[in-house]
């Protein structure tokens, strides 16, 4: 059974940082691709960060460039995101999923965890 177990939310202000983690057990984690969703109230659920395949490096969305980074380490089946300079209207569920394909749409993510929330008072 797939398990992606996200943590790390909380209610801060704007300008702070803040670390969400996901933690996976139950499949290939290596193999996986893992990207970070997000969906705020009334709002589609958008793609946020993933750790490049290639090179380690973080593909974000235009959004949150320069300030989110994704990472992933593989020996402990764990992909992270860095959130710094945190912005009001950052406040969302976010959401880590695994997929096999490499993309920014959610429909090309097969598992998800059950998401945190990230409030950012202004």
């Known amino acids: 059974q797939v398990q992606l177990v996200e943590s790390g939310g909380g209610l801060v202000q704007a300008g702070d940082s803040l670390r969400l983690s996901c933690a996976a057990s139950g499949l290939p984690f290596s193999r996986y691709v893992m990207g970070w969703f997000r969906q705020a109230p009334g709002k589609e659920r958008e793609f946020v960060a993933r750790?490049?395949?290639?090179?380690?490096?973080?593909y974000d969305a235009s959004s949150v460039k320069g300030r989110f980074t994704a990472s992933r380490d593989n020996a402990k089946n764990t992909a992270f995101l860095q959130m710094s300079s945190l912005k009001p209207e950052d406040t969302a569920v976010y959401y880590c999923a695994a997929g096999s394909v490499v993309g920014v749409s959610s429909y090309e993510y097969t598992y998800w965890g059950q998401g945190t929330q990230v409030t950012v008072s202004s």
């Open positions: 750790p490049s395949w290639s090179d380690g490096s973080s």
